[in-house]
């Protein structure tokens, strides 16, 4: 079983969108007993809540459930039982370097340069934005998901 997580700031906004459209692209793709996907944040202030009601709106009009999924934070033993943890943004990756146990497997590195035709390498966050941000996140997310599972199915033969 391969096992990735995101990671973003609050695991209400784009790490849940990742979740959530990574997990659906995994299953109609048929790998589902192959990849294992979760999602958190570097920081605790929404733990235990649902998505932003944004970006389940944007996540829904485009078939992603993402209702079910609840935020929490990181956590050390993540560090070993992750094959990837992948950050939204650098200032998340900064953070979970600093979260890191001094010794651990996981791959830590940034989601959207797995996509290789994107001109950005950070999901921005959307959080204090219009409703804009919300789909641009959606779309840099869903093009980074089928790229995230090609560059896993040569490294893994999945
Ligand atoms: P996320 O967005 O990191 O994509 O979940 C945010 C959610 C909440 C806050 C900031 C970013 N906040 O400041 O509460």
């Known amino acids: 079983m391969l096992k990735v997580l995101f990671v973003c700031l609050g695991n209400i906004c784009r790490s849940p969108t990742a979740h959530g459209v990574f997990e659906y692209k995994v299953n109609q793709r048929g790998l589902a007993e192959r990849v294992i996907t979760d999602s958190a944040g570097t920081a605790a202030w929404h733990v235990g809540k649902a998505p932003d009601s944004r ?45 890191a146990p001094d010794q651990y497997s996981a791959t830590v590195s940034l989601f959207l340069p797995f996509a ?43």
């Not at 959080?127 to 789909?135: L, M």
């Open 116 to 158: 290789k035709g994107l001109s950005q390498a950070e999901v921005p966050d959307p959080y204090y934005g219009g409703d804009k941000g919300f789909e641009d996140v959606l779309d840099m997310i869903s093009t980074a998901s089928d790229a995230l599972i090609d560059y896993l199915n040569k490294q893994h033969k999945l």
């Open 55 to 99: 970006s389940m709106a944007v996540a829904s009009n485009r078939g992603y459930q993402l209702d079910h999924l609840r935020a929490r934070q990181v956590r050390p033993e993540d560090f070993h039982q992750f094959d990837y943890i992948l950050a939204m943004d650098e200032e998340n990756l900064a953070n979970l370097k600093s979260m």
